[in-house]
């Protein structure tokens, strides 16, 4: 059976993934006052970046419409789509009313909407997760199943080196911002099973959070020695090799990837970000 894995544009791929025929990208867009960009191949990391920097106002992005999910699904046999997390964006449910429609004319298709109850490189490992059991032979009900396990499974944490968007966006009150700014104060933030965000500590600096981090990591990881470490870093390549290292010194994890993040997860992380799944 012929196979297409369909990530929203918050799946960072990695290089090698990019060039791969069977994965295709449904794209969100980003809105910084008058400016629309669309979180494609064209996006332009810096200049958003320099957008967000300058608006008083918080970002906002639209999902993809079950029209541009629907174009996606003809071709192949077997579709899985992986979202991002239904409680941060609409994509997941554009997906799945996309599904709906598709069906009512292609009844025998094979359509999976995967919510990664996550963001960014949580859906990229997902996205690799699904290559590996599409390869072994798989098929589509066993691969539902299994996938759905390996997502119940996954941890995410991140941690912020800018938060003016959690000011903006009305998470970090101006108060609270001033005061963690002029303190230096770096929160730790994680997905929960829900894929909803919560804070799990803070540290002062930014290489003690990304530590503190690395301590959470080592204390709530199960089989390690059979999971990827993915990092995806803001415009901080660096810093996700640096975290890469003190993770790895604590975890032995099979492999790691590491990524840039595209525009939704930009949005999210902003300049300075890191995000870990496993």
Known sequence: MSYKIIGDSCTDLTAEMKTENNIKIASLSMQVDDVTIIDDASFDQKRFLELID?????????????????????????????????????????????????????????????????????????????????????????????????????????????????????????????????????????ATKEGTITKLDQARGINKALLKMAEFIEKDVIHPEERTLGIAHCNAYERALYIKDEILKRVPFKDTIIVNTGGISTMYANDGGVIISY
Request: aromatic residues 6%; glycine residues 4%.
């Open 54 to 190: 300058k608006s008083p106002n918080c970002p906002k992005s639209s999902c993809p419409s079950p029209e541009a999910y629907m174009e996606l699904y003809s071709g192949e046999d077997d579709v899985y789509v992986v979202t991002l997390s239904s409680n941060l964006s609409g994509s997941n449910n554009s997906a799945l009313l996309a599904k709906q429609l598709y069906l009512e004319e292609h009844p025998n298709k094979n359509i999976a909407v995967i919510d990664s109850r996550s963001a960014s490189v949580a859906q990229t490992l997902i996205a690799r997760k699904l290559q590996e059991l599409l390869k072994a032979g798989k098929s589509f009900h066993e691969i539902v199943t299994l996938i759905e396990n390996f997502r119940d499974d996954m941890h995410t944490k991140f941690v912020l080196e800018n938060l003016d968007t959690l000011r903006k966006n009305g998470r970090l009150s101006g108060l609270q911002a001033i005061i963690a700014s002029a303190l230096n104060i770096k929160p730790i933030m994680g």
